[in-house]
């Protein structure tokens, strides 16, 4: 059996963080995913998936993440239900996310240059929260070197003989 999920999109509103009565931290937020197609009207619909994180996880979302910005997440999807206030059957689905990476830095999103400083966000992309042992993925990189991804969006030029194909 497999339940494992992969999603990338934007938060929504802020995360809201919590703590249970055993002091366990779990944070929620939502995540607006675009489909790959377009409605009938011609405009890009999405859809927007309820997001969980527990423990240091959640601390780390509660404290990074706001509204607009973008993440991707993984984990897996779980559906439960409960009884509400009128006697009915309630079911959610949502995704348990052991895995959440900040696809950009605060400095990107509110129009600072990221090529300032070493260009890394502030922010570390974040993994772990379950014990997979798998641990977060993340890689070191000495302050001296340059980011190689920070082009501020602008085209990259290659020639045709830099190509593999």
């Known amino acids: 059996m497999l339940n494992r999920i992969i999603l990338i999109g934007r938060l929504t509103r802020d995360p809201e963080l919590r703590y249970t009565p055993a002091g366990v931290a779990v944070t929620q937020f939502t995540l607006a995913v ?8 011609g405009e890009r619909e999405a859809d927007f998936i309820p997001i969980v994180t527990w423990r240091q996880l959640a601390e780390t979302c509660a404290n990074y993440l706001r509204k607009g910005r973008l993440a991707a997440v993984e984990g897996r999807i779980q559906v439960r239900n409960y009884e509400n206030n009128e006697g009915k059957r309630v079911y959610v689905t949502e995704v348990i996310a052991d895995n959440v990476r ?64």
Do not use: C
């Open 34 to 41: 675009d489909r790959n197609f377009t409605g009938q009207n």
């Open 102 to 165: 900040f696809l950009e830095s605060s400095q990107n999103r509110d129009g600072g240059n990221s090529s300032s400083g070493a260009g890394m966000p502030e922010e570390p992309a974040y993994g772990g929260g379950g014990n997979s042992g798998r641990g977060n993925n993340n890689f070191s990189r000495s302050n001296n070197q340059q980011d190689p991804f920070s082009g501020d969006g602008k085209p990259i030029d290659i020639s045709d003989d830099d190509l593999p194909f």
